[in-house]
């Protein structure tokens, strides 16, 4: 007789999946309701899938990878007791197949090889428009899509690699010393400054020809004087007479145009 399998479920995701992501794709690929979502991630294995032949178990293997879960298939020596369902009155939902099974007692669980089937590599996760990402940590390029390493000699006979801690210049010259301070001292606080006696003779101005000006004076004595008016000599200047031209015929403007006539014109009253 042909092996017999059962299929496990203890929430565990394939690498790079994130457990929002694989939770969802759980409910739509079972449609399974919150409550049987939190049994199935509840970390305690599940079973999913009883008494099915290898062809089965591995159909379920493959959609649950796609969606991003781990499952655990386990060989059984005999047929396990199925869980006693009544579809006489309405045909049960897959939620309801679910957790009708994850309810029935685990016989064939315990102590059972593993399916030596390999596990293909995780599908990609779907994302919108089409577009899918590969998991962490694969290559984009393909082999012959990459280019080869570029790789060039350098020949460097004048260079010298010094220690660790060799200065690359030469030391700076010291510092010049600082100046001598010796001969000054600090002056006291609030001492007017400066303090040092002057060698210059103070001024003192000759004040006794100044006088202070009565009261209401107003400096008028201190105007300077009107200048006298300029001399002039006009003696070659005259006075043309009533009516003269005052421009010499060179310089007065020609008309040699006639003047408009105006005998066509009146005024109205």
Do not use: W
């Not at 062809?55 to 007791?81: F, N």
């Not at 428009?129 to 570029?150: K, Y």
């Not at 004040?207 to 107003?218: H, N, V």
């Amino acid at each position: 007789m042909d092996a017999r399998y059962n299929v496990y479920f203890a929430g565990q995701l394939l690498a790079g999946h994130a457990l929002v992501r694989v939770r969802d794709n759980i409910a739509r690929l079972f449609n399974a309701d919150d409550a049987t979502l939190d049994k199935l991630f509840s970390g305690k294995p599940q079973l999913i899938k009883r008494d099915c032949d290898k062809a089965t178990a591995l159909k379920y293997k493959q959609a649950m990878e796609q969606a991003g879960a781990l499952p655990v298939i386990k060989a059984i020596a005999s047929q396990a007791p199925t869980a006693t369902v009544d579809t006489a009155a309405r045909p049960m939902t897959a939620a309801e197949r679910i957790a009708a099974l994850a309810a029935a007692p685990d016989l064939a669980y315990q102590n059972q090889p593993a399916v030596p089937v390999a596990p293909p590599p995780p599908s990609p996760e779907p994302t919108e428009g089409g577009v899918q990402l590969a998991p962490a940590g694969t290559d984009v390029l393909l082999p012959e899509e990459r280019q080869a390493p570029a790789t060039s000699s350098v020949n460097a006979p004048d260079l010298e690699v010094f220690a660790s801690g060799r200065r690359l210049s030469d030391n700076p010259p010291a510092p010049p010393p600082p100046p001598d301070t010796s001969h000054l001292s600090a002056g006291a606080a609030g001492e007017r400054l400066p303090t040092l006696p002057s060698a210059r003779a103070p001024l003192s101005p000759d004040t006794s020809a100044i006088a202070l000006a009565p009261d209401g004076t107003d400096f008028s004595d201190c105007a300077a004087p009107e200048p006298a008016p300029p001399v002039l000599d006009l003696s070659g200047i005259a006075l043309a007479a009533p009516g003269a031209d005052v421009l010499e015929q060179r310089y007065r403007n020609k008309h040699d145009q006639p003047p408009p006539a105006t005998d066509h014109l009146a005024l109205e009253d």
